[in-house]
């Protein structure tokens, strides 16, 4: 397993703009698939973006597609989640997840980073 650390979060208004960033622990951060998550109050968490151990293959939830943009630096052992044209609904605390190559399961979480975006 990995140890994930976000940072980035904050408070924004409605249409600015957000980089989170995941910092992972080890030596072998490109044999994992990274994704973020994130759960709004009252609701259950929920998938936002995935990237591919080599960053070559990216997928987004329908609900930012075109807004945020995942990316990651295996030398810098960093994901990115850049938030664009943000909205209130996108409240939520965000969460930085790993998944071994050898796995489908997002064994390791980070603590999560709060998103706040006012109207």
């Known amino acids: 397993q990995v140890h994930l650390v976000e940072s980035g979060g904050g408070l924004v208004q409605a249409g600015g703009s957000l980089r989170l960033s995941c910092l992972a622990s080890?030596?072998?951060?490109?044999?994992?698939?990274m994704g973020w998550f994130r759960q709004a109050p009252g609701k259950e968490r929920e998938f936002v973006a995935r990237?591919?151990?080599?960053?070559?293959?990216?997928s987004y939830a329908d609900s930012v597609k075109g807004r945020f943009t995942i990316s990651r630096d295996n030398a810098k052992n960093t994901v990115y989640l850049q938030m664009n044209g943000l909205k209130p609904e996108d409240t939520a605390v965000y969460y930085c997840?790993?998944?071994?190559?050898?796995?489908?399961?997002?064994?390791?979480w980070g603590q999560g980073t709060q998103v706040t975006v006012s109207s």
């Open positions: 080890g030596r072998t951060f490109s044999s994992y698939g």
């Open positions: 990237i591919s151990s080599s960053g070559a293959i990216t």
């Open positions: 997840a790993a998944r071994h190559i050898t796995t489908t399961i997002f064994g390791s």
